[in-house]
């Protein structure tokens, strides 16, 4: 049983009351409102913590009841009912502040999930005012670090749109830390206890995507010897990231964009619609607008994706925070390496402060993980830094034995230089093809492709030489 309050406002009377009695069964105490100006008499008089309220009604609609109520100094959380055909409104409605919306008729088992996640939400905004003083005093988020302006902007949009159930779209460089911002939203939000799940759309294999997400049945194809649940049921009542959703096929994005709509999906090989409560973020490190335009991404899922749009800058864009998270990415690798490396020599931060870290956070978590291993005392001095740290060039250029220098002559084509350097990016890294894609600056799928149109170009070569 809860005591939250619950105003219902539709102007409809039979609607209006079935659904104040069906939420007052579910332990809610409940009132209800013809319209959106005698439910905002209601919201002064009453005080309630959830409000649902009918898209189309008389004097006032949803839309201008919502804009009202978002004035109140008490945060109240709105759930709108809408008919299918204004679906884009109801996601208009969630970039004002909704909570969340129902398409009509009401789905009792959906919306009682929504008022279970909503009458959390006070819970957790006191949880929020408490993270917002330690904001000020530390500048930490979770495991997200920085005082900057950019990154205390970034904290702010977090704050807001956690306790929410809206899609973020995370946008930033690899590496910048999009699969930490996106847990941080998940941890701060009324869906905290329940999975976080997150899965990379550029890594698995384009004939079991849509396993990995729905989930199967067994037989569903070759290889299926028994029913596996997706990512979306694995995830149930919590969040799922896709990470790299650009690289997912354009077939799955139009099964995902379904799913995201109806909140019910269908496992391969089966008949039966299952239900599902999971809120989706995604992330990429393309501008989507241009993954829109080439047609990687279905402009009608980035749009129903795209509710919030938070984009994680690249670290030369906020050196500011080199020292601070330097600092906290110190503390966790000798809590994971049992060390005592202190601090770092004001000669390394200076070099730090220089560089301008291509692979942003994760590459200096790199460095420093590397540094604590080989650091005997408790200080990181340059000697403890990989081999040319920071200087974008070799220390010997005369040596033409050097392992980390790509040497064009005059003439070499586009194509071939692109060539030189993956490979040569690849025997950097001990064929960690992963790594190599993070300090190219592409996807691992980008990278598999161009891997194997020049085992294809060699096979062509090999074959010409045999006629």
């Known amino acids: 049983m809860t005591n939250e309050r619950v105003l219902i406002v539709e102007d409809e009377e039979n609607e209006r009351t079935g659904l104040a009695e069906l939420v007052h069964t579910w332990g809610y105490r409940t009132e209800t409102a013809r319209d959106g100006l005698e439910a905002l008499e209601k919201v002064m008089a009453w005080s309630p913590g959830i409000v649902v309220t009918d898209l189309k009604m ?28 204004s679906i884009d409104t109801a996601v208009d409605a969630m970039k004002l502040g909704a909570y969340d919306f129902l398409t009509k008729p009401v789905d009792p088992a959906r919306l009682r999930n929504i008022l279970t996640n909503a009458s959390r939400q006070r819970g957790t905004e006191r949880e929020l005012e408490v993270t917002r003083r330690k904001l000020r005093d530390t500048g930490i988020l ?40 996106a847990r941080t939203i998940h941890d701060l939000s009324p869906r905290k206890s329940k999975p976080f799940v997150a899965i990379n759309c550029s890594a698995i294999p384009e004939t079991l995507i849509e396993s990995e997400i729905f989930g199967h049945e067994k037989g569903a194809f070759t290889g299926a010897l028994e029913r596996r649940s997706g990512v979306f049921e694995l995830a149930e009542s919590g969040t799922i ?4 959703i650009g690289e997912m096929p354009i077939g799955t994005q139009a099964k995902l964009l379904r799913v995201l709509e109806d909140r019910k999906l269908r496992r391969l090989g089966s008949k039966v619609e299952t239900e599902v409560d999971v809120r989706v973020l995604a992330a990429t490190n393309k501008v989507p607008e241009t993954a829109v335009s080439a047609g990687q991404l279905r402009n009608d899922l980035y ?44 000669s390394v931060l200076q070099q730090f402060l220089a560089y301008s870290w291509p692979g942003n956070v994760r590459e200096m978590r790199n460095t420093l993980e590397r540094a604590v291993i080989v650091c005997t005392g408790s200080v990181i001095e340059p000697k403890h830094l990989p081999p040319n740290f920071g200087t974008g ?58 891997l194997k149109e020049y085992s294809s170009g060699l096979n062509a070569e090999s074959m010409a030489g045999t006629q």
Request: hydrophobic share 40%; net charge negative; glycine share 6%.
């Open 58 to 85: 008389p004097r006032m609609n949803g839309m201008e009841l919502l804009e009202r109520i978002s004035e109140q100094p008490e945060a109240i959380a709105v759930v709108l009912l809408t008919a299918q055909g």
């Open 241 to 244: 990231l896709l990470d790299e």
């Open 142 to 181: 979770g495991p997200l670090v920085g005082s900057s302006k950019r990154m205390q902007e970034i904290f702010s949009l977090v704050e807001m749109v956690a306790p929410s159930s809206a899609s973020v779209l995370i946008t930033g460089e690899s590496g910048t830390g999009k699969e930490l911002l």
């Open 393 to 450: 060039l070799p220390t010997h250029v005369d040596s033409m034995d050097e392992p980390n220098v790509v040497r064009l002559g005059v003439g070499t084509t586009v194509g071939e230089a692109e060539r030189q350097l993956i490979m040569k990016t690849l025997e950097s890294t001990n064929n960690n093809k992963t790594r190599a894609a993070e300090i190219l600056g592409i996807s691992l799928k980008t990278l598999h492709n161009k």
């Open 303 to 346: 749009y129903r994706l795209n509710v919030f749009n938070i984009h994680m800058p690249a670290l030369r864009e906020h050196k500011e925070d080199v020292p601070q998270l330097a600092e906290s990415l110190l503390a966790d690798m000798n809590v994971k390496h049992g060390r005592k490396v202190s601090a770092l020599s004001d």
